[in-house]
């Protein structure tokens, strides 16, 4: 079980789980514990030959029950490949697999939020390769929720409704829309890619979604995530997040994906260093302008 | 001719015989593992919610 403690200095908790510091590192494909069980070959997590999608319970949970969850969602019994790369219907069925596991934990009594959430690269942690991504039930609010409450308040209103209004306004920032979704890189962005996929209607969660707005929810994604690969011509490094209203009843939160990448060029990556950890203040080499212009690009040539 | 022993009795659960739940175009399959920890097989064909290739 975890431990949580308070940072009185920074008036945040500090979550402990020190049983993930053995947690299975970088296998093998022979020994990929995401694959599914083969035949006269020891048995993996998922007790199958062949699947579609599969979510369990994380085996290194940073949260369990009574106090959360931590749960693992493999795309595919494919080995290789990744999220852009899946087959349309199966990222539109992801969608629906989100949903159906943010609906059933936000019900639960000991989960205040619901963080849906990938990691892709070794640059940015992964320690499996498998094409998979984790959702964790948070026992208490986290911070970044708190401070998307405040920016509704300093604007008056819900801030990526108002934030989505301004991009698309100016135009200059957006790389992908279609009629239910519109992908930008935000005025003041704090990673050199990072960027935002926001539902154009006021969408409080995945569950409040139309069958149709999940679909171009997936092709959207796809589309970014094939954009960050053609970009550089390399797989590209991210941290997917699914930003929704927190499951205590209340409707304040606006459905959308934040991604940030850490890449700054092909081979070169943005570090958290002196002033971004020191100081909090981030900062960027490149203009949001700039790298939407690239990423806009990368995205027409894989479209 | 002595009786023939009695077929012996069906799984409760085969793998494929577990009861199968709906959520929009998927149909899901829960499991509990050997650990206790649980599992949750969604196929959106509805020919794979796990165990048949």
Not at chain 1, 228 to 241: G, S
Not at chain 2, 26 to 37: A, F, H, N, Y
């Amino acid at each position: 079980m975890s431990e949580r403690r308070f940072n009185e200095l920074r008036g945040e908790d500090v979550v402990y789980a020190v049983h993930r510091q053995d947690r299975t590192f970088l296998p093998s494909a022979d020994y990929c514990p995401l694959c599914p069980t083969r035949p006269c070959h020891p048995p993996t997590e998922i007790p199958f030959r062949s699947f579609e999608i599969v979510v369990f319970d994380n085996l290194f949970p940073t949260f369990e029950a009574p106090q959360g969850a931590a749960e693992v969602v493999v795309y595919t019994d494919d080995h290789y490949g990744s999220f852009a790369t899946l087959a349309p219907e199966r990222a539109e069925a992801l969608m629906w697999v989100w949903r159906e596991r943010y609906e059933e934990l936000a019900a639960r009594a000991d989960v205040e939020y619901v963080l849906i959430f990938e990691n892709r690269g070794v640059e940015v942690g992964t320690t499996l390769h498998h094409p998979h991504g984790q959702i964790y039930g948070f026992p208490f609010e986290p911070p970044v929720i708190g401070l998307e409450r405040k920016a509704d308040a300093r604007l008056g209103g819900c801030a990526t409704c108002t934030l989505l209004e301004r991009e698309l306004a100016s135009a200059e920032r957006v790389v992908h829309a279609n009629e239910a979704v519109v992908a930008y890189v935000p005025f003041a962005a704090r990673w050199p890619y990072e960027t935002h996929v926001v539902l154009r209607e006021h969408r409080a969660s995945l569950a409040e979604c139309t069958a149709d707005e999940l679909e171009r929810l997936s092709s959207a994604l796809q589309h970014v995530t094939r954009g960050f690969d053609e970009l550089f011509a390399r797989p590209f490094p991210y941290v997917m997040v699914l930003h929704q209203a927190p499951s205590d009843g209340r409707r304040a939160g606006h459905l959308h994906v934040e991604f940030y990448p850490p890449l700054r060029t092909a081979d070169k990556l943005k570090y958290l260093a002196g002033c971004e950890q020191g100081a909090g203040t981030f900062i960027m080499d490149v203009l949001p302008e700039a790298s939407a212009n690239a990423l806009r690009g990368a995205i027409a040539n894989v479209s | 001719m002595a009786a023939l022993p009695p077929d012996p009795p069906e799984p409760a659960h085969e793998p494929d015989e577990q009861p199968l739940e709906r959520f929009g175009p998927l149909v899901l399959r829960r499991l509990v593992k050997e650990d206790g920890r649980s599992l949750i097989s969604f196929s959106w064909t509805g020919r794979n919610a796990g165990g048949k290739s």
